[in-house]
C-alpha cells in the first residue's frame, strides 16, 4: 500500500471515490434524475458502512468476552447501543419522501431489495439469529456467500456470552456449550435457571446482561420503524426483490435474538 507524501483529509478518507458512488438510476440516459433517488441511496449507503461498524464491534464485544475483560465489553456495549439509535435516527430522514416521490424510480430498482443486505445477514447470524436457508438467497462463490458461510461457522455473541458467564461460576448445560455453531439457539430452561442465579448472586454480571437486552429492544425497535417506513411509502403493496413488502417484514418482529434473557423477566 502506497501513501501520498502528504495525506489530506480527502486522501485518507478517500473522498473523490467516496462522493463518486452515488449514481441514480433515474438519471441513465437523457432522462432527469428524480429528486430523492440521490436521497434514497445515500440513506442505505450510510446503513452499510453503521452495519460494517456494528460487526466491527460485535466481534470486539465477543474476542473482550473471551479473554474475561468485562469493562471493555461495557464499553463497546455501550457504543454498539449508541450506533442503533442512529440507525433508527435515520428512518426519521427516510420518512421525509413522499410516496409518490419513491414511486417515481422505484421500478428503477428492478431485483434490487434490502432484503439482499449480506452485512444485515451477517448481524443476524453473529447476534445467533442462523438459518442456513438464508444462504440460498446468495449464488455460490460469491464474496457475500463466503462471509456468511464463514459466520455462520463462528460462535455467535451469545455463545461467547454463556461460555463467560459459566467461566464467572454460574455452570451452563454442556449441550449448549458444545453445540453446533451453526445452529441457532432456542431458548432453555436450564440456561434461564443459570440467569435467574446471575441476577441473584452476580451483580456485577447483571449490567451485561441488561446492556445484551438493550440490544435485542434496540434491533426489535429498528425492525418495527423500518416496517412503519415501508407501510408509509408504498402501503401493502409487493416489495422489491420478490417479497411481499411490508407483510414479509412484519414476520420479523416480536423475534428476540436472546430470548432466555427475556423469559426470565418474570422470575426475578
Known amino acids: 500500500m502506497s501513501y501520498d507524501k502528504y495525506l ?10 467516496l462522493l463518486s458512488l452515488q449514481e441514480e438510476r433515474s ?3 437523457d432522462g432527469e434524475p428524480e429528486h430523492d433517488e440521490m436521497l434514497f441511496i445515500i440513506i442505505h449507503q450510510v446503513y452499510e458502512l453503521w452495519f460494517k461498524q456494528l460487526l466491527h464491534e460485535l466481534d470486539f464485544a465477543r474476542d473482550r468476552l473471551a479473554d474475561d475483560d468485562l469493562p471493555r465489553v461495557l464499553h463497546t456495549m455501550k457504543r454498539i447501543l449508541t450506533i ?4 433508527v435516527a435515520q428512518l426519521d430522514i427516510l420518512e421525509t419522501m413522499r410516496p409518490l416521490d419513491f414511486l417515481a424510480f422505484r421500478q428503477r430498482l428492478e431485483e434490487a431489495s434490502g432484503l439482499q443486505s449480506y452485512q444485515f445477514r451477517e448481524l443476524e447470524f453473529v447476534l445467533g439469529h442462523k438459518r442456513t436457508d438464508v444462504l440460498d438467497r446468495y ?5 457475500a456467500r463466503e ?10 455473541l451469545w455463545d461467547a456470552f454463556l461460555r463467560f458467564v459459566d467461566a464467572r ?3 451452563m448445560p454442556d449441550a449448549v456449550l458444545d453445540r453446533d455453531p451453526r445452529e441457532p439457539h432456542p431458548a432453555s430452561e ?3 435457571t443459570r440467569l435467574i442465579e446471575v441476577y441473584g448472586e452476580s451483580p456485577a454480571l447483571i449490567p451485561l446482561c441488561e446492556r445484551l437486552v438493550d440490544l435485542d429492544e434496540g434491533l426489535q425497535e429498528w425492525r418495527y420503524r423500518h416496517v412503519k417506513m415501508v407501510e408509509r411509502t408504498i402501503g401493502h403493496k409487493p416489495g422489491t426483490g420478490g417479497t411481499s413488502g411490508a407483510a414479509y417484514l412484519q414476520r420479523s418482529l416480536n423475534q428476540p435474538v436472546f430470548p432466555d434473557l427475556w423469559a426470565i423477566r418474570t422470575h426475578l
Open 8 to 17: 489530506t483529509y480527502s486522501g485518507y478518507l478517500k473522498l473523490d471515490e
Open 27 to 29: 438519471a441513465v440516459g
Open 84 to 87: 442503533l439509535k442512529v440507525l
Open 139 to 143: 449464488p455460490p462463490e460469491t464474496r
Open 147 to 156: 462471509r456468511l458461510e464463514r459466520r455462520l461457522g463462528q460462535p455467535s
Open 169 to 171: 461460576g454460574h455452570a
Open 190 to 192: 436450564e440456561v434461564q
